[in-house]
């Protein structure tokens, strides 16, 4: 079982991954009183982009969500930084 904040951090990032495939960015959506602040990747350093497939043109069938949770901004975000090295390096394609 989730925990209250687990739940919220899923919510979360499920929400943002939606609105990106929308074309609607976090700002624009998340103006709704309780809404949790949705940190960006430039907020949180992603690095770039080394390539780009275009748009999708069909909505997808599965979407897949890392999830982890840790006391502070700072460890969330090696987390999610260290994501994106795992997957920018080869892996997980």
Known sequence: MLYCKERLDARRIYIHTSLRRIRLSSCECCQVSGCPH??????????????????????PKYMFIHHGASGS??????????YQNYHMGGHGK
């Open 38 to 59: 949705i940190v960006t990747s430039h907020e949180w350093g992603a690095r770039a982009a080394t390539s780009y497939n275009g748009d999708l043109h069909i909505t």
């Open 73 to 82: 901004k700072a460890e969330c975000t090696n987390v999610v930084k260290n």
